[in-house]
């Protein structure tokens, strides 16, 4: 069946490392993996995104790689701030429209000062 | 304010109540969705709807059913609520159309609880 796991569910982290964060899954159809971030008390936030037939993005401060032939995702995010203490979520989907996304189970990172 | 507003954000209740979670959005989205969040399990989806004419069940619908009164609202009953459904709901919006991957879009959630 389909599945999107994470491989920790705990990082720590120390403020100005930088941090990365696992992602396996395992449906060969996903052709589109999001990563969410959720903060205490609000709902997941996008983060940023990677469509199948690429291998890497990058935005400001956060990269997301894929490697297909071994299905694994990561969120890689450069000189970490406390601001970005957060459970952080792997989302793979297939087809569009939202309704076919999986979500991971989440990971939790911890940014100590 | 928020795009996406749930209401309430924190309820308790006792088994067999019904409880009624409702979600607006001001995104102008056509998709519109329910998600339930437990500890170590991520989000899964509840019911989704593509338009206001349109229902369709998730993977863990049984004990939920939704009601999609407008474009913009999107609400979910409990109608015998049990202290298994005690979780974090999230309602969710996303556009449609061809340059839409699925990026989807959450309210702030609402905490219920069963005793």
């Known amino acids: 069946g389909e599945s999107v796991g994470l491989h920790l569910p705990t990082l720590s982290v120390q403020e100005g490392d930088n941090s990365i964060i696992n992602c396996a899954y395992s449906?060969?159809?996903?052709?589109?993996f999001i990563w969410y971030k959720q903060e205490s008390g609000k709902g997941p936030q996008f983060i940023i995104d990677?469509?199948?037939?690429?291998d890497k993005r990058q935005g400001q401060r956060v990269t997301v790689l894929l490697n297909k032939t071994v299905k694994h995702l990561s969120l890689q995010i450069a000189a970490t701030q406390p601001g970005d203490s957060a459970v952080y979520f792997c989302?793979?989907?297939?087809?569009?429209?939202?309704?076919?996304?999986?979500f991971g189970a989440g990971t939790r990172l911890f940014v100590k000062a | 304010d928020a795009d996406v507003t749930q209401t309430p954000r924190n309820r308790i209740t006792k088994t067999g109540k019904r409880i009624m979670l409702e979600c607006s959005q001001t995104?102008?989205?056509?998709?519109m969705y329910w998600y339930r969040q437990d500890p170590g399990l991520g989000l899964r989806l509840i019911y989704y709807?593509?338009?206001?004419?349109?229902?369709n069940k998730g993977e863990i619908s049984d004990g939920y059913s939704v009601s999609r009164q407008a474009q913009a609202k999107f609400s979910l009953s409990l109608e015998s609520a049990i202290p298994n459904q005690t979780a974090l709901y999230f309602c969710?919006?996303?556009?449609?159309?061809?340059?839409?991957?699925?990026?989807?879009?959450f309210g702030e959630g609402s905490r219920l609880t069963v005793l």
């Open positions: 990677i469509r199948s037939n690429m």
């Open positions: 969710a919006t996303a556009p449609s159309g061809v340059f839409s991957f699925g990026e989807l879009f």
């Open positions: 989302a793979e989907t297939h087809g569009g429209g939202g309704f076919k996304t999986i």
């Open positions: 449906n060969s159809a996903s052709d589109y």
């Open positions: 995104k102008g989205h056509d998709r």
């Open positions: 709807s593509f338009d206001v004419k349109d229902i």
